[in-house]
């Protein structure tokens, strides 16, 4: 039996969740702004709440990223703190592919690949395209930073055709808005609850790293938190 608490703060979304063998526990919010004040709260209510201490946990997951600056560090500092104290290994998730489990959850007739998009602020989107494996899902490619109209033009949507879900509030800029994709979703947001499922598989495997190595993924570099102008060859998206 595996008891895995996961924590995720990399939108405007807050939420924690605890996977005890499979039967899952979980709390959501909108809480723009207010992560630091209700993550911690949340995640001695989830504990509480099953009958758990923090040292009766076998590891801690989070969304690593991407997603918001604030947001990410925030989640990795709560996670690197608990984690020491309670000298737990670390499950870094994908906050792409927590969207995109979540959709194929809700909805379990779709085969369809998904691609998860999320705002990345300065005219760009964090996304990674999904496919359904068993009862989770596996990547088509590497999750990237790119210019909107870059993405709608790429070669990889265009052998893609309509033959895809597009989920996520990166979705809502124009470029991608005119796509024509057989269905689109923007209220998807990251859940702890599909983190804490994907985690347990990554525990299983050993996939795990220590609290101090617990780091968040922007898939920025530092220079390209500065506004510029992105030249990528559209090929670079393939699957």
């Given at each position: 039996m595996s008891l895995i608490l996961a924590l995720d703060t990399s939108t405007d979304a807050c939420s924690v969740a605890l996977n005890a063998d499979g039967i899952?526990?979980?709390?959501?919010?909108?809480?723009?702004?207010?992560?630091?004040?209700?993550?911690?709260?949340?995640?001695?209510?989830v504990l509480q709440t099953?009958?758990?201490a923090l040292s009766d946990l076998d590891a801690i997951a989070f969304g690593?990223?991407?997603?918001?600056?604030?947001?990410?560090?925030?989640?990795?500092?709560?996670v690197q703190g608990l984690a020491f104290g309670a000298n737990l290994p670390v499950i870094p998730v994908s906050t792409l592919e927590a969207m995109a489990l979540g959709f194929y959850r809700a909805n379990p007739q779709v085969e369809l690949p998904v691609l998860a998009a999320l705002d990345a602020r300065m005219n760009e989107v964090y996304y990674g395209l999904f496919a359904r494996e068993g009862e989770l899902v596996q990547p088509l490619c590497a999750e990237e930073v790119i210019n909107p109209e870059?993405?709608?033009?790429?070669?990889?949507?265009?052998?893609?055709g309509s033959n895809f879900i597009g989920v996520g509030p990166g979705w809502h800029y124009p470029a991608l808005q005119a796509l024509a994709v057989n269905h689109r979703q923007l209220d998807v947001h990251p859940h702890a609850e599909n983190m804490a499922l994907i985690a347990?598989?990554?525990?299983a495997k050993g996939h795990v790293v220590s609290a101090l190595e617990a780091q968040p993924v922007y898939l920025r570099d530092s220079v390209s938190w500065q506004k510029r102008q992105r030249i990528r060859n559209s090929n670079d998206f393939l699957i």
């Open positions: 899952i526990t979980s709390l959501f919010e909108l809480a723009t702004k207010s992560h630091t004040q209700r993550l911690l709260p949340m995640v001695d209510d099953n009958g758990y690593r990223g991407p997603g918001s600056f604030t947001g990410l560090r925030i989640c990795a500092g709560i870059m993405l709608a033009s790429s070669n990889g949507l265009a052998q893609l347990a598989q990554l525990f």
